[in-house]
């Protein structure tokens, strides 16, 4: 059983920063891709960043390039720093992890069988 939980989500003003963090447990995730989503009221869940656990290989949406930065630690903790943040990030952001791909970093949240509960990041103007 893989456990993914989010935090880290809060209100910020635009032009702020906001760290969010996932904690993953229940499985060695050194095969695994991690990733982030997030979906807006009345919108579909959208990718916004992604990595290989190991090695460390990144993607990124173009929306959040040069704004966002997916990392991870040796304690099974995937973070996100989101800087330069705007209203149009407004939403509810979640953590995923993709057991079964390889070779390459998936960007299609159906690629991904393990979610976070999600975690509320809320831009003001």
């Known amino acids: 059983q893989v456990d993914l939980v989010e935090s880290g989500g809060g209100l910020v003003q635009a032009g702020g920063s906001l760290r969010l963090s996932c904690a993953a447990s229940g499985r060695t995730f050194s095969s695994y891709a991690m990733g982030w989503f997030r979906q807006a009221p009345g919108k579909g869940r959208e990718f916004v960043a992604a990595?290989?656990?190991?090695?460390?290989?990144t993607y990124y949406a173009d929306y959040v390039k040069d704004r966002f930065t997916i990392s991870r630690d040796a304690q099974n903790t995937v973070y996100l720093q989101m800087n330069s943040l705007k209203p149009e990030d407004t939403a509810v952001y979640y953590c995923?992890?993709?057991?079964?791909?390889?070779?390459?970093?998936?960007?299609?949240?159906?690629?991904?069988?393990?979610w976070g509960q999600g975690t509320q990041v809320t831009v003001s103007s």
């Open positions: 995923a992890a993709d057991s079964t791909h390889s070779g390459y970093i998936p960007s299609l949240w159906y690629d991904y069988d393990y």
């Open positions: 990595l290989r656990w190991s090695g460390g290989n």
